[in-house]
Nanobody, 120 residues
Framework: VQLQASGGGFVQAGGSLRLSCVVS????????MGWYRQAPDKQRELVAT???????NYEDSVPGRFTIAGDFAKRMVYLQMISLLPEDTAVYYC???????????????WGQGTVVTVSS
């Protein structure tokens, strides 16, 4: 299972970015996908997740500004970010929770991270 994220960059406060992540590999089913972020000197935190039945979950500060969308058929997950704030500056990681065929236990995999920098 491999995840490749893209779309990070440098933006001024109030700007927008769209992150994308593709999951590749064989022999598994994706149950959920999500985005996490880690700011300097802080722990990694949840940003948003989406399940294969369409349930979404967001970190408290991002609803209305961030929107997660998952295309499970294409194995893609997106994070549309608007009204970005300097405190959104972080490395953003995509994640996928999968089950291998014939098994029920869930495994989580991570992408390499993409940097988002928001200037004030």
């Amino acid at each position: 299972v491999q995840l490749q994220a893209s779309g990070g960059g440098f933006v001024q406060a109030g700007g927008s970015l769209r992150l994308s992540c593709v999951v590749s590999g064989t022999g598994f089913t994706i149950k959920s996908m999500g985005w996490y972020r880690q700011a300097p000197d802080k722990q990694r935190e949840l940003v948003a997740t989406v399940t294969d039945i369409g349930q979404t979950n967001y970190e408290d500060s991002v609803p209305g500004r961030f929107t997660i969308a998952g295309d499970f058929a294409k194995r893609m997950v997106y994070l549309q970010m608007i009204s970005l704030l300097p405190e959104d500056t972080a490395v953003y990681y995509c994640s996928a929770e999968i089950t291998r065929w014939g098994r029920t236990n869930r495994l989580r995999y991570w992408g390499q991270g993409t940097v988002v920098t928001v200037s004030s």
